[in-house]
């Protein structure tokens, strides 16, 4: 039995959010200043989605809107009232019906489950995505501890495969093709494709 629950919506052009991920998000404008405020009271999911579930032929029951959700954390509040939050992904979700549009969207959503067990062909595979990911990080990652925490974290399968395409993937399409993909497997061979 599906349970739905509430969720911020936040379209934001070019992003399409993994739950493995962490996103900074730089809060300025007034109506994502009272969303994020919303959520952070309310202890409600962030959704982020390069598409917008309020513009026409965007999503509907033949054509489902995909998005990660994650849990938004203060990290910086400015004295003009701005704020840098953090939103940690958690699971992938669909969007089931708007709740509300303005000031800001909020929306029903359905948490969905992954298949994650990886076909013994597809192990090769994810040592070249580990490795990608670690030239990543190297260039990337500020110091020697963020480094090695990162690579650390590189263990599960699933994980990696969100990691590389949140990271180091710039096609928005194929990155969104990749995140509405249930089973690890798919996702390893859409990637093989495209890399």
């Known amino acids: 039995m599906s349970s739905f629950i509430e969720a911020c919506f936040f379209p934001l052009e070019g992003v399409v959010f993994f739950p493995s991920a962490t996103l900074p998000l730089n809060i300025f404008e007034p109506r994502y200043l009272s969303m994020t405020d919303y959520a952070l009271k309310n202890q409600i999911?962030?959704?982020?989605?390069?598409?917008?579930?309020?513009?026409?032929?965007?999503?509907?029951?033949?054509?489902?809107?995909?998005?990660?959700?994650?849990?938004?954390h203060h990290f910086e509040q400015r004295p003009d009232g701005t704020r840098i939050i953090l939103v940690r992904g958690s699971s992938r979700a669909r969007v089931v019906s708007i709740l509300q549009e303005k000031p800001f969207i909020r929306c029903q959503i359905e948490t969905l489950k992954d298949a994650t067990l990886v076909r013994e062909r597809n192990q090769f595979f994810l040592q070249r995505l580990r490795q990608g990911?670690?030239?990543?990080?190297?260039?990337?990652?500020?110091?020697?501890?963020?480094?090695?925490?990162?690579?650390?974290?590189?263990?599960?399968?699933?994980r990696l495969v969100e990691l590389y395409s949140h990271y180091?993937?710039?096609?928005?399409?194929?990155?969104?093709?990749?995140?509405?993909?249930?089973?690890v497997n798919a996702r390893i061979e859409l990637l093989r494709r495209v890399i």
């Open 45 to 72: 999911p962030i959704a982020l989605s390069d598409l917008d579930p309020t513009e026409p032929g965007t999503w509907g029951a033949a054509n489902p809107l995909i998005t990660g959700i994650g849990t938004a």
């Open 133 to 158: 990911l670690g030239k990543w990080a190297e260039e990337t990652l500020p110091d020697a501890d963020s480094k090695t925490a990162f690579q650390a974290s590189l263990v599960d399968p699933h």
């Open 168 to 183: 180091r993937l710039q096609d928005v399409d194929i990155r969104q093709q990749l995140l509405e993909i249930d089973d």
